[in-house]
């Protein structure tokens, strides 16, 4: 006995002495500082400058980060580097836009995959955006500089908005880069990142769907897993080797560096580090924070989409015309709404509101340990949970606004956007044609994927469930008059407002777009819809909106003394920043985990599972036959493991987020083993409170990606240009 809780005691003190490994996004370069020694312990080869080196070539100088033209640092998805001419792995559902734009009912590539026999033949995708990272700095004392504790928030932010913008003009001055300062814990600390941003970024190849979205949206955030998202790209440059906007001219980038790819694969327990661009996190909210979420905000904007996701699935189980339509409105609808689900479970699992008010407790005698301390840190907390009673409601008008208003029927959105136009006036002449070029280019669009008898009834469900679950004082001035005119009957409304309306068809719209003139802004304002939505978008700007953000202000303030009192109090502890689409590093080990009760998940899937759940009755599983014949022949070239089987997903304790979409999973010699590109159910509450026991993050294997590249699209020329190692 007293043995046992001896080392126990051990144990403990290590654990509280060390950073753990699995939990944390760690700024690359920090690593050296907080994180080399015990990535080494953990099975690591390599060093931390061979992650992150500003004076030469290293490994965060073969990670992409995906961004669009006009807002590149907000990145959508992680990519990675593994040839010498440029040539880009990320997943299939980051490369989906793109694979969906050169998509026609002639060439469906997203159907039917698509690949690039030569270098003529790969595509350009416009708007497209890839950053390198060239080195990062620590700019927080410049950012902060004369900020001072009591002066006024709006000040605050005004100097260090005045701030920001001198480091990155001084920065970017004399180069072709581009520098971006972000906000780190909470506003405590401030890091630049510099970057050298591509803007010629052409499709290579993919998968059909029925490989890269291989069990759609019924298996999405679940283990175990099989499908093969991934997707292919080549990074153009100019002649010079340096970013130029789309040429015939320009050339595959040669970059400093690429990823070698390694066959030998994964075992259980093997280190793994993913770098990448982890979007947003909020591990350090308070318990008043995750009640308001997981008690009032989620639950209700998982029954919107809830209702939404069943009118769309029944017209697409109907008509394939239709599946075709929705199905990527469908997809994008359940990503979060599935997530969200988790999420509660997963909390509710781990006690998280109880041990968040167990860390709240602790803090508070903390603060009032010493007078010093008190002046500070006393009280905040009790301030932060007056100010999340106040926000509960407006946060929930807010999320019907969003979800059940501007999105509950995407009419309403495309009305919104005719708002521009009907405040042109006579004055503005020439700024009348382009807004109706835009807006006819939007209304060919918007209806290619459009049905509008499911269009009537999504209107008429959110608008009932807007007007059901919100009080009046809540409740945009339109919706409570059809309220009271329709009594209640929303389905009623919806059909008399379609009929009327020039949303209801291209035709309408597009007739009412060529015979505009400006003194029919008139009639824009008696459209039902454009009505409706201009009525939400009135009422959400000047009732919801003001309060709202008045009051999440305070909360920002509050949680950024509350983030600075936290690690104050816990001076041993190593902490992380949340994710900000900045470039984290996440190690951790391959593991299966225990889902539930008697129940063990391996850590890796096979083809032998993709051939178990073949059914080409079920869209989601229809197995190409192409990839049952290679089953049948078992024909897998160098591409199996250890017991020749073939290698498909595996899972492991990485702490990633949305954003590490396609980034590269590697081995501890850093030769990349996988693509990241999803999390499983029981852990996807790590976004708010990790748990190593049953967290984890879902890889791609890249060998079942070599296999399908090599032996099931014939396009086994592009390997000769990866550096890969036996
Ligand atoms: N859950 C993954 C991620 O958040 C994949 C989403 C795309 N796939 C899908 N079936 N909806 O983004
Ligand atoms: N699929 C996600 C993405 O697009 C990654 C999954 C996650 O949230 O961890 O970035």
Same mark, same amino acid.
């Given at each position: ?16 002495s ?12 920090l ?8 990535m080494?312990?953990?099975g690591f080869?390599?060093?931390?400058e !061979? ?15 995906l ?10 998805c ?5 040839s010498?001419q ?25 159907k ?17 955006t *890839?950053?390198?990272?060239i ?8 950012v ?61 190849? /993919? ?5 890269g ?6 298996d ?8 093969? !998202?991934?997707?292919m ?11 130029a906007?789309?040429?015939?001219? %320009?050339?595959?980038?040669q970059?400093k ?7 030998k694969g ?18 350090y909210?308070?318990?008043y ?11 209700h904007?998982?029954?919107i ?6 009118l ?11 599946? $075709?339509?929705?199905?990527?409105k ?7 709404w ?5 999420e509660?479970?997963g ?15 602790r803090?508070?005698?903390?603060a ?28 929930? *008008?807010r !999320?019907? *606004? $969003? ?9 309403v959105?495309? /009305? ?11 004055? !503005? ?13 939007e209304s060919?669009?918007?209806f290619?994927?459009?049905?509008l ?25 339109e ?17 008399k407002?379609?009929a ?5 068809s291209?035709t ?9 003139k ?20 009135f ?10 953000n008045?009051?999440?202000d ?9 983030m600075a ?7 041993e ?26 129940v063990?998940?391996?850590?890796y899937?096979?083809l032998?599972g993709?051939i ?5 009755? $079920? ?21 199996v493991?250890a017991k ?6 595996? /899972? ?27 999390? *499983?159910w029981?852990g ?9 026991e $049953? ?27 990866m %550096?890969?190692?036996?």
């Open positions: 006995m007293r043995k046992i809780s001896l080392l126990l005691l051990s144990a403990l003190l290590l654990i509280g060390t950073v753990k490994a699995d939990e944390g996004m760690w700024i690359p370069m690593l050296k500082k907080y994180n080399i020694e015990d080494q312990k953990a080869k390599l060093t931390a !061979d992650i992150y080196d500003i004076n030469q070539a290293c490994l965060k100088d073969a990670v992409v980060g961004g669009r033209e006009g807002r590149p640092f907000r990145h959508f992680t990519g990675e580097l593994v010498d440029g040539l880009m792995i990320t997943n299939h559902h980051c490369g989906y836009g793109a694979i969906q734009s050169h998509s026609t009912l002639e060439h469906d590539y997203l039917d995959g698509f690949w690039a026999m030569s270098r003529e033949e790969e595509l350009a995708n416009e708007g497209i *890839a950053s390198f990272l080195r990062m700095a620590d700019v927080t004392t410049k902060l500089d004369g900020v001072t504790d009591d002066m006024k928030e709006s000040d605050r932010q005004k100097l260090i908005k005045k701030h920001i913008k001198t480091i990155v003009e001084e920065a970017e001055k004399d180069t072709h880069y581009r520098a971006s300062v972000k906000a780190y814990f909470n506003g405590n600390q401030y890091f630049m990142a510099v970057y050298e941003i591509f803007k010629d970024v052409r499709l290579v190849g /993919a998968p059909p769907s029925a490989i979205k291989f069990g759609g949206d019924t999405n955030w679940m283990w175990p897993r099989h499908t093969g !998202d991934f997707s790209f080549r990074i153009y440059a100019g002649k010079d080797n340096k970013p906007s789309y040429s015939n001219d %320009n050339v595959p980038l970059p560096q690429s990823f070698k790819i390694s066959l994964v075992n259980q327990d093997d280190f793994t580090m993913v770098f990448g661009y982890p979007g947003t996190t909020t591990e909210l308070t318990s924070a995750l009640k308001m979420m997981t008690e009032v905000d989620n639950p904007k998982i029954k989409r809830t209702k939404k996701l069943d769309m699935r029944a017209d697409m189980d109907a008509s394939p015309m239709v599946r $075709i339509q929705y199905s990527a469908y997809a994008g609808v359940a990503n979060s599935k997530r969200w689900q988790g509660i479970k909390l509710n699992r781990l006690n998280a509101i109880e041990k968040k008010e167990a860390l709240e407790k803090f508070e005698e903390w009032n340990s010493t007078p010093e301390l008190k002046k500070k840190y006393a009280g905040i907390l009790a301030k932060m949970k007056t100010y999340y009673d106040q926000v509960t409601p407006l946060s929930l *008008a !999320d019907y *606004a $969003i979800e059940a208003g501007f999105r509950g029927a995407e009419t959105g495309l /009305a919104g956007s005719f708002k521009t136009l009907s405040n042109l006036k006579k004055e !503005d002449t020439d700024k009348v044609q382009p807004e109706l070029d835009k807006l006819k280019k060919a669009k918007f290619k994927n459009f049905n008898p499911t269009e009537k009834k999504l209107l008429a469900a959110t608008l009932k469930m807007y007007s059901d679950n919100l009080s009046d004082e809540f409740l945009p001035e919706i409570k008059n059809i309220k009271k005119k329709y009594k209640g009957d929303f389905e009623m409304f919806a059909e407002a379609f009327k309306s020039i949303f209801a291209q309408k719209l597009d007739q009412f777009i060529d015979n505009y400006v003194s029919q802004a008139k009639k824009l304002g008696k459209d039902p819809l454009f009505v409706l939505s201009n009525s939400i978008s009422f959400y700007g000047s009732k919801i909106a003001p309060d709202y008045k009051i999440m305070q909360i920002d303030k509050l949680q950024r003394t509350y009192g936290l690690m104050k109090m816990q001076p502890k190593v902490f992380y920043p949340d994710a900000n689409s900045t470039f984290r590093v996440h190690y951790g080990k391959v593991s299966g985990y225990k889902p539930r009760n008697a063990t998940y391996a850590h899937t096979t032998e993709i178990e759940k073949d059914n080409p009755e $079920i869209f989601d599983y229809d197995v190409p036959q192409k990839l049952r014949d290679l089953y049948d022949s078992k024909d897998f070239g160098d591409y493991n020749g089987e073939m290698p498909v997903c595996f /899972a492991a304790t990485n702490h990633t987020t949305g954003g590490n979409s396609g980034s590269p999973v590697l081995n501890a010699n850093g030769e990349l083993i996988g693509l990241n590109f999803d999390r *499983a029981e996807v509450m790590s976004d708010l409170m990790y748990d190593p $049953i967290c984890r993050n879902v890889s791609l294997d890249i060998r079942y990606v070599l296999f399908i590249v090599d032996k099931f699209a014939g396009a086994g020329y592009l390997l000769d240009e %550096n890969i190692v036996k």
